[in-house]
């Protein structure tokens, strides 16, 4: 595995900020772009977890016409606070990550959102 050092080299165009603060039952969706004449696979990464791209509460998409690279997470929870990863491989097999810490702060209950499932019929 060979790491991007140059500013030329990488293969990110858009960074993600090093930390996002949410609160508990938010919606959270976090975005980046690749240089995507370049790209031949994009993984996410929840705390260390590779993220399915099918996932119930948790999925990515990746978009090869634009380098769109999204990681969807429905109605967190405390549990779901660490880090998140983007890791783009080159078709030169350069690996690039970029990595962001999510926070889930819970101090005032007034508007902590609590997930509300109804049943059809």
């Known amino acids: 595995m060979i790491k991007s050092n140059s500013n030329n080299d990488r293969l990110f ?3 993600l900020s090093e930390a996002y603060k949410c609160r508990s039952g938010d919606n959270v969706i976090l975005e980046c772009y690749v240089r ?4 031949k696979s994009i ?9 399915d791209k099918r ?6 998409r ?7 690279c999204i990681l969807y997470l429905r109605s967190v929870f405390k ?5 998140y990863c983007c890791e783009a491989t080159s078709i030169d097999n350069v690996v690039e990550t970029l990595e962001i810490k999510l ?8 508007w902590t959102k609590v997930p509300v499932l109804y049943m059809a019929g």
């Open 13 to 15: 165009l858009s960074r």
């Open 36 to 39: 995507h004449q370049r790209i």
């Open 43 to 51: 993984a996410w990464y929840a705390k260390g977890e590779l993220v």
């Open 55 to 60: 996932g119930v509460r948790v999925w990515h």
């Open 62 to 68: 990746y978009e090869p016409r634009t380098g769109q």
């Open 79 to 83: 549990c779901d606070e660490g880090s």
């Open 103 to 110: 926070m889930i702060d819970n101090r005032d209950k007034s």
